[in-house]
């Protein structure tokens, strides 16, 4: 950016295009010449895969500290790799929100108050906790991996299993605080439908943890509790398609569904989210559940289409909703006395049947 | 004499002569052409306010008396050194700024609506070229400042909203947060920018530099129920003359002041739909959508975890 | 406004003295004073540090609206409507908003710039070399062009050779000498100005 | 009037102006106006954001204006709504006129006394039946046979039939004038509906009487016409009727584009006038000092003091060289030898005689008329001195010019030697602007200007002093004015900048022999004991060290509202001009609401809220004696309040000053679609017109360039633009240049908004953005459409908002009084696509 009297002009391409009214929202919403009456997050990629390793690595824990309740012996490399697999996600998701962030050096800040409204404060120090209380429980592995001959074993053991419950409650909001994120922003798409984007980020985040889970036992041939964990992701799987279908049709009600389908590339990311994410596991663990049998074949392919699946639907959902926020059309309708779902209530300004502004009308 | 107009300037006195006296009887002491420094509370000469911490200040912005001249983006730009942005012309009739960004903090929209056969009998005031001054709303719920989890943007002595520049983080969960489109990162420095409803000069006993610009007052500065009364009765005033649309914005139950907002610290007096501004009829609180999204999830997860256990809890195979 | 704290040592010690959680347990509300950082506690307007301050008219239309304009250290650090003057009470239209914009700008032009006939580009010339070469250019066009009678024999007293345009937004001082040096003084009748463009 | 006045308008007609957009800050008190209940009214070809504010907005086809007010005058008259009482005694309704006279109805459009060689009117029969009427005009001369006759009204007063019946008087001559301008009429020729036009004429005859006034305010928009001095002798003609003018909230206020262009019409950097308003002697008239006072003095009115002003000024100007016996000097002024306007100066250019040039705080190549000719004579002189803040188009016309772009000369071609030399701006350094209302206003010195960038006035005062020095030993006759010129200012600090306040002492007047300042104009003599540069600015600087212009004291909520403290307005301070006629002929004000100034008969003298435009002491019932010879002042009675004209009455009729005629007849503009529907002649008889290479005009109703074309000036941009298009805060409010189309004419071309169209007339062609709006409307001109088309003409090559010059596009021809050019209606043609020139290949 060049300086004129030492002030920043931004010498961007001149130009002149003429904005345009965009697909979706309510016909006789006008809008000002088609320019964007809110404005999108500034968050890429780094954003929506954090959202899904959290979510991950926060339902990884969870399953690994119902595997320790559960007290099988069977079960316990399952409580083993819920730890790890929550390290590992907590360890990529901090750098992962410090790179996002435009003044990194200031990354500290997020620590300096707590404020209630604010999922990213609250997230902030779930991540914080979550990345505490993990570190213990995957203490004992540690050390024994670092140490081997180390002798006080058994305390550290002991402070690893209390750790496991405050690291299970912090999971349960790791998988979550990122759909309150969302929605608690005035964008369309993620404010349309915040019960079920948390229902969905919450559902996906587990059959996501429980495939990962299933896909370690099942390269470890541990076939039986890959199996076990599978039906978990089953179930899972299952509700994030209720959520999905709930969210779809609250986004028809509040008429953003422009925000998805309008644009080629999210309409698409959406889709295969939902196939890849839903569909293939649910056909392939249907499928091995009802034969009886166990596929390790069918196992894998639906551990690994719940994780891409899971990334993919985050993807979708934040480009979905930068879209709508994108689009004035959509916004201006979803911020409508109806909410754009059609019956203004008496008394409200009567709508003016007029595309952008240029049309003349006679007020009466 | 229409009253809405007396209390927008309180020291007016009915004295005899040409015109009622339009300045502030404190210019008799300073009638030097060098003055040794800032004249001390000088929002009293501009705007008959004495700008005092811990009141509510706010802007009443009259957009029937806009004249689409810009002088508040310019005097905005110039007090806070804002870049100019070279885009070309928009196409949007005069507007080529386009609309609020990190370095444009005052946008005037234009909308023409020109109704050819009847220009000879216009409503009062502002018609047919609607021209307005959008500015950041300093909302009484900011969702920009309960979204920021830095506490880089809090609330002021004077009641108005800033970003402090030496705390934000550039996280920009405000940018997304604000139902009008205002916050906006700057990709240069990495910070969130938006309207400060000039803090440092508040600070400084000084109106705030576009309600001091603005050639007709239609920007407005004053203590939010002082600005909220003379607002009031302008509309009144409004519908007697015949501009029965005028309605006012951002007031408590009014539109824009909707979804748990509750009050605009600046607020408008518009006369056509909010949308044909760019603005939302009905915007809501973004913060009251975070216990429903957690909630759920935070249910939906346990249950998924109580039917880990469950499954678990069977005999080994 | 921006603060840019280099060493970590003083980053660490202006975030504990901007704390907000300690703040916050001590009962201060987490959106208004918690938050509050000393930068925004101590912060002034920058027309505080002006160490003079002069009444200026605006250099653009016939409104005649008055300024202040603040300097420091002998530069314009900004410049505001005069709310004094009983034409604009401390208003300015987008351009007179402008005017610091303008006084500040760094496309100004600082030096002379010369062109020798045919050149297709600048030069730079001290200004007393281009004062000394106009004058000598003004005393040879004049006496080259200076007509003292007509054919007929009335007399004029002027030069046609030179034309003089330009003064709406000059002083009345500057239009006045221009005026009797150049028509009182030299003879030039040509002169003009924007009155009528 | 005040521009502070207009808050106590009823009624306000803006036409000919854009006010909210050009002139912001004054239409703050239209606005405060209308919160009082006044009504604002706005004509103007296009709906801007004046309209927008407006109560009545009426648009017209531009040019037209004088259609549109002579309609309004026909419509005062025909229904007897004008104000009697104000205007039978304070005007000349009245008076007779000589009886051979006839106006442009009976004569196919032209006044008696048109000489078709010498392309003038020949004004005897003009004149006040027996009588010449001398011209306070500077330059004017009255073209009568007889100018003797002038000093008949020394010895009677003109004679007038109160009745208003004998067929020459006034009263009848204009509503024979005026008698076609029907409504019907007004709506064929201007295109504005016959309603808006019968509401806007009645809305101006509501609000006129005892006890309510209503002004006009207009700008280039008016003057800007080869009919522009007659357009805004209607709008007068109309506020004479309705007893308007030198009340408050009447008048008529000029709103004028530069900060100081009333200051440079004052103290004129033009080329017919001396300060204040003085003829510059002509070679013809004015042989001698006594042959000019004789020919430029007024015998009635105030005028009178001539001699004692231009003795005074020769005074200033040489000082102790100036005596009696060499008349004062006057023979080193020079004589002028016809109209040295711009547009003369752009032809000397390109003929070769003009050999150097200044320009000093000018971008006349942005500005100027016909921008490839101006550049053509640019390119043809021998050196060129250009002062600017910034590097203007005017500086750079042989590097990025038209003529290089289009391929018609390259640099190298052109031999002009140029210096471009920095200059300093307001706050750079001191001195005064005159505004809009005759406000003098002092601006201080805060800051040096950049680098070598001084004050104009040091520019001047340094090349005086040099050409001083390479003058001092010569001995010829010639070299004496230079030599003798006074140059004695001190100078300050190490720039040695002249001390601007000793110039100002100079224009303010002193007395010769003790260099004491005098404490205004009455104290002028004409026997070479006083010396004043400018004598309407005397009394700005009464004594040492009280500059006036520089007092910041205005009137808090308890003064006069007349805000006498702040600034000084010229003449003596007086904020409304004429105002004697705020009261009635016995002196009473016309009504507790409009009172201004009233006679005090206690005292004696006439006192009230603004300074009396009148002799002090002089009482309503004074009338002059008619048995012996009256001059100056004692021939104007008691309760005539117009002091500078001859009679002291308001010229309705006027019978000299005007070359095209004493009443306004409507004309159509040089180029027009329409033709001229009231009579045969088409456009102006008397304009000037110059058949140039390079200046072709077209044919009336030209079927080549079909669409009528304006120009005009945005909020964001000031004049040629040169300053804004420079700094980024303004330059990106309006960033390109554009042209404004209706959507009708838009729709047959095939032109959306932001698409390139390419504007074309005989003088060349501009590439530009199309902005399509609603704002336009197709006018019906005599059944036909006419479409209108606008463009700004700020923009140039230079700064970060730019775009080719519109100024490309106009001719130069000229109205017969001022010389002044027909920017505002012309015609064009208009395509979609760009020009060739700049870019390789062609957008379609």
Redesign the interface.
Known sequence: ?TL?N???????E???R??ERQPGGAKD?????G?????????GWLVWSYIFVAGTA??AQ??G???Q??G????KPVRDNGRIIGMLGALAGAPLLIA????????Y??L??F?S????????FTLLSFSGFTGLTVLPQALRRLFPFWRGKKAVETVADVAQFPA?VAG??M???T?????????PL??AA??????R???S??ASG?AALALVEELNDRP?NAR?LG??AL??TA?NLV?SRLSRLKYRERKVEAAIDADPATATAYRAATVIGVGVPLFCLGVSLLSGRHSRRLSLTASLATLAGGLLMRKAVMQA?ENS?NN?AI??TF???D?GRGELPPG??P??P?ED???????H | ??EA?DTAKP???K???????????R??D??????????PN?SE??AGVTIEPGKSYGFFTDTT?C?????C???C???N??????????????D????LSS?TWRHV?F??????E??????????????MSDVCKHCANA?C?????????????FDTV?V??????????C???????????D?????AHKCTLC???L??G??P?CA??????SIQFGEWDDLYERAQERVEDLHERGA??A?LYGTPGA?GA?GGLERLQAFFLL???P??????????R??R??A???????????S??L???F???GK?? | ???NRRTPGKRIA?FVR?W?LPRQLAGEP???T????T??EK??????L?D????SICPYCAVGCAQ?I?ARNGKVI????D??S?V???????????T??LLNNPERLTTVKYRRPHATDWEEVPLDWAMERIARLTKQTRDETFVEKLADGTVVNHTLGIGVLGGATLDNEENYLMKKVFGGGLGVVAIENQARP | M?Q??L??SDVILVMGSNM??NH??A???V??A???GATIIHVDPR?T???????????IRSGTDIAFLGGIVRYLLENDLWFREYALPYTNLSTIIEDGFQAPEEFDGLFSGWDEEKHSYKMDSWQYEGMVVPTANADHSVEVSDPEKKHEMTKRPPRRDETLQDPNCVYQIMRRRFAAYTPEMVERVTGC?K??FV??AEAMAKNSGRERTGAVCYALGWTHHTTGSQMIRAATIMQGLLGNMGR??GGVLALRGHCSIQGSTDIPTLYEMLPTYLAQPKAAKHPTLETYLEEETVPTGWWTNLPKYMVSLLKAWYGEHATKENEFGYQWLPKIVGDHSQFPMTFAMTDGFMRGMFVIGQNTVVGGMNAKLVQKGLAGLDWLVVRDSHEVETATFWKKGTLISEGEMKPEDIATEIFLMPASLPGEKAGTFTNTQRLVQ?H?KVVDGPGDSRSDLSFVFHLARRLKELYAESTEKRDEPIRKLTLDYPVIGPLEDPDSEAVLQEINGYTTADRKLVSGFKALKDDGSTACGGWAYSGLFPEEGKNLT?????????????HH?WAFAWPSNRRTLYNRASADPEGKPWSERKK?IWWDEAEGKWTG?DIPDYVEDKAPGYRPDWSKEQTGMDAISGSDPFIMMPDGRMALFTPAGLKDGPLPAHYEPVETPAKNAFYKAQSNPAAKRFHRKGNALHEVADKQYPYALTTYR???HHTAGAPTRGV?????????S?AEIPPELAEKLGVR??DWVVLSTKRGEVET?A?V???L?PLTIDGSTVYEIGMPWHFGWAG?ATGDIANILTSIVADPNVSMHEAKALTCNLRKGRLRRHHEGVEA
Request: hydrophobic fraction near 35%.
């Open positions: 950016m004129v030492d002030v920043p002009f931004d010498r961007r001149r130009g002149t003429k904005a919403t006008p809008t000002y010449y320019h964007p009456a809110l404005k999108a997050a500034p968050w926060g339902a969870v399953i500290t119902a595997a309740l559960s099988r012996e069977d079960l996002d962030l435009h003044t990194p050096k200031r990354f800040n997020m300096r108050i404020r409204t604010s999922p990213m404060s609250i997230g902030t299970a349960l909001g998988t979550s605080y759909a309150a994120l969302l929605s608690a922003t005035s964008s993620w404010a915040p019960k079920e984007l948390g229902g980020f919450a559902a985040s587990v429980a039986a076990l039906k978990l179930v899972a509700a959520f909703g926020a004035s916004s201006l911020a409508r006395e909410g409200a300004r709508l003016i007029a502004g240029t049309r003349r009308r006679r007020l | 004499m229409t107009w020291w007016i006195s004295s005899a002569g040409m015109i009622e006296g339009s300045l502030h009887p210019v008799l300073y009638t030097d052409s060098f003055i040794d420094e800032v004249i000088e000469l501009t008396l004249i689409g001249c810009k002088a983006e310019v005097a730009k110039e007090w050194q804002l870049p100019a942005e070279e885009q070309g012309m928009s196409g949007m009739s005069y080529n700024t386009r609309g370095s929209t909308v023409e609506k020109v109704d050819r009847h220009t000879d009998d216009m409503q009062p005031f502002q018609s047919n070229w609607l021209m969702p400042l309960e979204a920021c989890p830095t506490g880089a943007l809090f609330r002021t002595e800033v402090q520049q030496d705390i934000c983080n550039g996280c920009g969960y940018v997304p947060a604000c139902p009008f489109g205002v916050v906006d990162l990709m240069s420095d990495g910070k803090y440092d000069r600070k400084g000084l109106e530099a001091k610009s603005c050639p007709t007052d029965t649309n309605y539109p909707t006369s056509d739909r949308e044909v501004y760019g603005l939302p009829a009905a915007p809501t973004p913060s959508r975070v429903p999204a957690l909630g759920t999830g935070l249910a939906t997860a346990a998924l975890a039917a880990a256990i499954l678990f809890s080994r195979r | 406004m921006t603060i202006s901007d907000s987490s959106k208004s918690a938050a509050k950082s930068t925004s912060l002034q307007p920058r027309l505080k002006a003079k301050v002069g009444t202040l603040y900004h410049v505001e409507g709310p004094r009983p604009n009470g401390g208003r300015l239209c987008p351009k007179g908003a402008a610091m914009g | 005040s502070w006045d808050v106590n909210a957009e912001p800050i239409f703050r008190f606005v405060e209308k919160q009082r709906f954001r004046t309209s927008a504010l407006a109560d009545i907005y009426a648009p509906p309603e808006s509401k806007i408050p909230g002092w201080d520089r007092s910041r004291k205005a009137d808090g909520p308890d003064g006069n509202g007349a403290g201004m809220l945005l909020t964001e980024p805060t303004t330059a990106e409010l309006q960033p390109e554009f908004t932001l953005r902005m709006t609603e704002r409307r970060y």
